[in-house]
């Protein structure tokens, strides 16, 4: 073989392998707007999560039938996006999404922890429900910016 | 030369696409692959089932509303495979000047 042929086999393997490259990135792009998670889900996250600690506003009777069906609620969400979308995807995948959803998880142990405390201090129930209105803001917030790393992860993903 | 070896088993058209869509997600339903890769069921099954022979993709069937629902998801090893592949593309890709930017 030539050289000149050498070269132009080369070329063509390199012009082959930036065609398979486009390929996988436009998979990727289509993919990526296919992820979009529908509008109420961000805010419908945040109800359940801030649900959950408001619920210890109420009676100790009723208090865990509510946080129950706030639980209800955020594992219903996800089965709902997951048959809507197609897709799985955990929330502690490597990369900014995990920094995302550690961050909700300590700011829900938290909210939690701090509704408890001024529970008993606060007997008219109060306390309990600024936490959870508070957690429902930054888990709403949250999800959304989960939703957008995701996005981002998905078309930065390749090398 | 790069060091890194192109995959033949990925580097069908197909197939690339299969792998660049699950190395981004956890799981991704049979149907939304098949949608966007744009080829029928049987085709994309032989493809499945080839990426399922090298050990690279997971067929999972899940029942729900009495509807049966067929997930995909790639292995630590086709994860690894996609990943070398990946780079490999890249490299050759980038071996002329003006190519792969």
Redesign the interface.
């Known amino acids: 073989m030539s050289e000149g042929e050498g070269d132009a086999e080369r070329a063509n393997a390199a012009r082959d392998a930036s065609d398979a490259l486009s390929l996988a990135r436009g998979a990727r792009e289509r993919l990526a707007a296919r992820a979009v998670a529908p509008w109420w889900y961000a805010p419908a996250y945040g109800l359940g999560c801030g649900g959950v600690v408001a619920s210890l506003a109420l009676p100790n009777d009723v208090a865990p039938i509510a946080a129950l069906g706030c639980l209800l609620l955020l594992i219903a969400l996800y089965a709902i996006w997951r048959r809507r979308s197609g897709l799985g995807a955990s929330g502690y995948r490597a990369g900014p999404t995990r920094r995302i959803s550690v961050g909700i998880a300590v700011a829900f142990l938290a909210a939690y922890t701090l509704a408890l405390l001024l529970r008993d201090r606060y007997p008219d129930g109060r306390g309990p429900i600024i936490c959870g209105v508070v957690l429902a803001l930054l888990a709403a917030l949250g999800s959304a910016a989960w939703d957008r790393a995701w996005r981002n992860a998905i078309l930065d993903g390749l090398p | 030369m790069t060091g890194l070896q192109?995959d033949p088993v990925i580097?069908a058209?197909v197939r690339?696409?299969i792998?660049?869509?699950l190395?981004?997600?956890?799981?991704?339903?049979f149907?939304?692959v098949r949608d966007?890769?744009g080829v029928s069921d049987s085709v994309l099954s032989k493809h499945v089932k080839q990426l399922e022979d090298a050990g690279y993709l997971k067929v999972r069937k899940a029942t729900?509303a009495s509807r049966q629902r067929t997930?995909l998801?790639l292995t630590k090893a086709g994860t690894r495979a996609i990943?070398t592949h990946?780079?490999?593309?890249?490299r050759?890709?980038?071996?002329?000047p003006g190519?792969?930017e």
């Open positions: 192109l580097h058209p690339l696409q792998c660049a869509i190395s981004a997600t956890g799981e991704a339903e149907s939304l966007e890769t729900l997930w998801s990943t990946f780079l490999a593309l890249k050759l890709a980038a071996t002329i190519v792969g």
